[in-house]
Structures are given as C-alpha cells and as structure tokens.
C-alpha cells in the first residue's frame, strides 16, 4: 500500500506530527501494530512518508495518550495492560456510559436522536458474511458517543473516547454472527427509546446491560481480539507494516 499524508497539502511540522499519531493511534486501535510490539521510528517515517522528527513527536504524543510505553534497551512499544487494568477501565466505563445516559436524557436535543438513529440504521444494515469485524465494532463505538455527545459536556466525551482508544486485543471484538448483531441493534434501540423518553433509569440500566452483554459474549466465542493477544503473547513475527495515513483536517 503506498501511504501518504495530505497529499494535497504543505505540511507543516505540527500538523505532520498531529496527522502520524492519528495514523498510528488508528493502526494499534485497529491491532496492525499489537501490545508489546516496538514502534522503530524509521519504519514508521518509511511507511508514512515523512522525517523522523514529527514521528518522534507524535510517539510522545501518543505516550501522553497511553496508548505506548518507553522501555529501556527497547524504545517505543505499544502499550500492553494488565487483566486488573482491564477490570478498572471496564467499571469506569459503565460509570460513565451510566453518567452520559442520564445526562443525555436531560439535555438530548432532537438532532441527537436523529444521529442515534442514523447510527442504529447503519448498523442494522450490515452485512456480517461481509463487513469486517472492526467497522461493525467502530459503528458501536459510533453510538456510544452519541450518547455521551447528547449529554452536551465536551470532558464527558473526552473520557468516553479514551476508553475505547484502546488497542484491538483488549476490545470485547469477535466473530458477529446475525443473531448477536441484531441483538445489539434492538438494545441500541431500546437505550435510543429510553432517551427520547427522557427514562434516566431506564436508559442508565439499558447501556449497563448491553455493556456488559457485549463483553460476556466476547469472552465466551474466539475472537479477532483474541488471536491478535495470542500473537503477541506468543513472539510470533509481527505482520508487515501497514498504516493508514488519515487525512489532516
């Protein structure tokens, strides 16, 4: 894949760092490159196309982030959690998947419904013999920050994307079948119903449930999670590097 950023456009060095770390934030979410794996700055400025210093930059943007870790004698790695963090972030986000439905039943606007709904549409209309795995996962992420972005408070939706700028192998992400997908659309449907109601608790118990559905069903099938950890818990040889240059804004 030839890769390049802001082909039509000069780049400053700001604006290169800024437009590396989203690319790369996108290849660990996406897990191309897998917990543990070292991130070599000439690779990473090889296959992006530009110097190693706004490369180097945005590693440091990303350490900021948590998504990588410096290690001594090793450099940049992606970042690997341990099962306890794992545990803490879970219970953080039901917290405040919990926060963002009560507050979006209070401050919703009639767009927010609007996006909620184009969001269970889409969802609804894919095809799980053919979408990849990952686009049906975004599409969830999608919805989640609807809800936080209905609540009207920018830290919320902050938070909201931190948890889920995580790297693939952590993420309740597995093989959907029909039954599962469409499972998922009528509980997005009801948590959307209970926010048009303007049903705190409901919607508040709703998103715990489907939250916590989600990650039981990821945990008992095999998953594309699970075998982008096994790779890297086993040492075998990382996959060519392959990054997707997102566009600057």
């Known amino acids: 894949m030839t890769l390049k950023i802001g082909p039509d456009k000069k780049l400053n060095r700001e604006n290169a760092s800024a437009a590396a770390a989203a690319s790369i934030r996108e290849a660990i979410i996406a897990g191309q490159l897998r917990p543990g794996q070292r991130l070599k700055e000439g690779d990473l400025a090889e296959a992006l196309g530009i110097s190693r210093t706004p490369i180097r930059e945005a590693l440091m943007l990303l350490q900021v982030d948590g998504l990588i870790t410096t290690l ?24 405040l998947e919990d926060f963002a439905a009560r507050q979006a039943c209070e401050r919703r606007t009639s767009a927010d419904l609007v ?42 939706v902050e938070f909201m994307r ?30 959307a119903a209970a926010l048009s109601a303007r049903d705190g608790e409901s919607a508040a118990q709703l998103t715990r449930d489907h939250v916590l559905e989600a990650r039981g069903l990821a945990l008992e099938a095999p998953s594309t999670s699970s075998s982008v950890a096994n790779g890297a818990a086993t040492g075998s040889r990382a996959p060519e590097l392959r990054l997707v240059a997102l566009p600057l804004p």
């Open 162 to 191: 931190s948890l889920f700028d995580l790297p693939a192998a952590y993420h309740p992400i597995f093989s959907y079948t029909k039954e599962n997908k469409d499972l998922f659309v009528s509980q997005h449907r009801r948590i």
């Open 115 to 156: 996006a909620l709904e184009e969001s269970i549409v889409r969802l609804d209309a894919f095809d799980v013999t053919t979408t990849k795995v990952l686009d049906i996962w975004r599409e969830n992420v999608v919805f989640h920050i609807a809800i936080a972005e209905a609540g009207h408070a920018l830290k919320l």
């Open 72 to 95: 001594p004698r090793r450099g940049s790695v992606v970042r690997a959690f341990e099962a306890s963090e794992l545990a803490d972030m879970l219970q953080l986000r039901i917290a």
